[in-house]
């Protein structure tokens, strides 16, 4: 379907020439086909005439929690991304905190497999350590080359300093992206509930 969005104010700060300027936007099969102050055209095409009507470049959203797997009453990835593309957002970062939580690079396959084919990209999270438990590193490596774009225990701190500190350094030799959620209520919490199983940094 071609379209024809009229006297859109466009706003891209890059592009001095149409910066804040109205203009007649024309689409076809997807693409912008033309930008001019006015367009006429003929034929089978939808306008797109509102007021206040304004274009940007494409948002992008670096925290998203969707449900899939798992949790697919809370969302599933289909309708998540076809939510995001309706509201503007053509790329996403997806939390790890699934479940099961993306740990392995299979888990990492499974996601981008899930988001083919729609507008909004979808970039997974992998978690940094296994199961997000906090006790041993997960497929860091393997899940890079699968498609993961950083490694996060969701809302979780790394209770072993150590284990931390490899996970750097490891992440290093391949460029990869380490997130960290320090919290120490929840890490107090946390230590507590596992009664001493994960070293105490303030000890």
Not at 8 to 26: F, G, M, P, T
Request: aromatic share 8%.
């Amino acid at each position: 379907m071609n379209i024809l969005l009229k006297s859109a104010k466009i706003v891209d700060k890059s592009n001095k020439e149409l910066h804040l300027k109205k203009r007649d936007i024309y689409i076809v099969n997807g693409k912008i086909e033309k930008i001019a102050t006015k367009i006429d055209v003929t034929g089978k095409t939808k306008v797109i005439d509102i007021k206040n009507l304004h274009v940007s470049l494409g948002w992008f959203d670096s925290g998203v929690s969707f449900g899939e797997p798992g949790y697919e009453e809370r969302e599933t990835i289909a309708n998540g991304l076809r939510t995001a593309a309706r509201s503007g957002f053509t790329a996403i970062v997806l939390n790890p905190n699934s479940y099961p939580v993306p740990d392995s690079s299979s888990d990492i396959v499974f996601l981008k497999n899930a988001s083919k084919g729609h507008a909004t990209r979808l970039y997974p999270l992998g978690t940094l350590t296994k199961s997000a438990a906090g006790q041993d590193l997960a497929e860091l490596y393997d899940m890079k080359n699968a498609g993961a774009v950083g490694f996060y225990d969701f809302k979780h701190p790394v209770a072993n300093p150590n284990l931390l500190k490899i996970a750097l350094q490891y992440a290093q030799s391949f460029q990869g992206l380490v997130c960290s959620f320090p919290s120490t209520t929840i890490l107090q919490e946390r230590v507590s509930s596992t009664k001493g199983q994960f070293p105490r940094p303030w000890d």
